[in-house]
């Protein structure tokens, strides 16, 4: 069974600049979180989807961070305008339901300059 | 809000030895899950050991076994015969039964050294 795909692995931008990671989920899988790393502390879990519907965004910096997961299954997580504190790892996961257990994707790194 | 504490930032320990990683959190919750996952060096998070706060047991998975304390708040992760393969970045994780949210910890390195 193929694992949680995501890309890119590495982004290197600027402040100001833009940037979108992708997210394939395990097959099959309804529930699909986006959780921010930052170097020295715990996932920070940003965004959950149940199939296409928004569960949880609380933590999401709305005036800077959008994600959809259009067809409910790919997702994508959007920065607009990037700013230095984000600079993270970016980690997909998903579960087959809610409280199952959560299988988490290799990350995205995000580094701002 | 919940939180989680792991007040051991690092710990090593030699190849076939037991070690003991610690984690206290705070809830007001009386129904929740408790996790243990294993980030190595440059690969994925995986999880290694579940704790559903209505057992009473404790939770264990070969090598890998659980001290769960729920009235302390304790959920502490007990690695039997260490293998290098046990290095990594662990973290201790909540999870309320209301929501599917999980609530991590700043983690423990362990390092296993021959």
């Known amino acids: 069974e193929a694992g949680v795909a995501q890309s890119p692995r590495y982004k290197i931008i600027e402040k100001r600049q833009s940037v979108a990671f992708w997210c394939n989920p395990i097959s099959g899988h309804a529930t699909l979180y986006w959780y921010q790393q930052i170097l020295g502390q715990g996932p920070k879990l940003l965004i959950q989807f149940q199939n296409n519907g928004v569960v949880d965004d609380s933590q999401l910096p709305k005036d800077r961070f959008s994600a959809e997961r259009l067809k409910g299954v790919d997702s994508t997580l959007k920065i607009q305008p990037a700013k230095l504190e984000d600079s993270a790892v970016y980690l997909c996961a998903s579960s087959p339901s809610r409280y199952n257990e959560q299988f ?4 995205t790194r ?3 300059l | 809000a919940q939180t989680v504490t792991q007040s051991q930032p690092e710990m090593s320990v030699q190849e076939a030895e037991t070690v003991t990683l610690s984690c206290t959190y705070d809830t007001s919750e009386n129904n929740y899950y408790l996790f243990w996952y294993k980030q190595p060096p440059s690969r994925q998070m995986i999880l290694v050991i579940r704790q559903e706060a209505y057992k009473q047991q404790n939770a264990t998975e070969n090598r890998f ?3 769960f304390q729920k009235a302390a708040k304790s959920f502490s ?5 260490s293998q290098l393969g046990d290095t990594a970045m662990y973290f201790c994780a909540f999870m309320k039964l209301s929501s599917s949210k999980l609530t991590f910890g700043t983690g423990t390195r362990l390092q296993v050294t021959l």
């Open chain 2, 65 to 67: 076994s659980v001290n």
């Open chain 2, 77 to 81: 992760l007990k690695i039997s015969d």
């Open chain 1, 104 to 107: 988490f994707g290799p990350g």
């Open chain 1, 110 to 112: 995000l580094t701002v």
